[in-house]
């Protein structure tokens, strides 16, 4: 079971980016999929969620109307597109696997978004 998250880079402030988290090694139509962020210096911070079976999607309030989770269940790729990025948005991404009512206990490796202001 693979998590492996891509896409992060360096955007202006302003500007936009889509992260990709591939799914391999097995279903996971009964899990939610979440995105979380760790700054420098910094806790971990939950981003949002989707569920990959029906595609409801909650989102953390410092990211909601400026961040979309979406998936393909073709592709077994979860998204997040990150619009209206801020500086203070710069962390290593993460994307995490949790059966629905569980913990997160799946983790990919991190991708690093950088916004300059």
């Known amino acids: 079971v693979q998590l492996q998250a891509s896409g992060g880079g360096l955007v202006q402030a302003g500007g936009s980016l889509r992260l990709s988290c591939a799914v391999s090694g097995r279903s996971f139509s009964s899990y939610v999929m979440g995105w979380f962020r760790q700054a420098s210096g910094k806790e971990r911070e939950f981003v949002g969620n989707?569920?990959?079976?029906?595609?409801?999607?909650f989102y953390a309030d410092s990211v909601k109307g400026r961040f979309t989770i979406s998936r393909d269940n073709a592709k077994n790729t979860v998204y997040l597109q990150m619009n209206s990025l801020k500086p203070e948005d710069t962390a290593v991404y993460y994307c995490a696997a949790a059966v629905i009512g569980g913990t997160y206990n799946i983790w990919g490796r991190g991708t690093q978004v950088t916004v300059s202001s």
């Open positions: 989707i569920r990959w079976s029906g595609g409801s999607t």
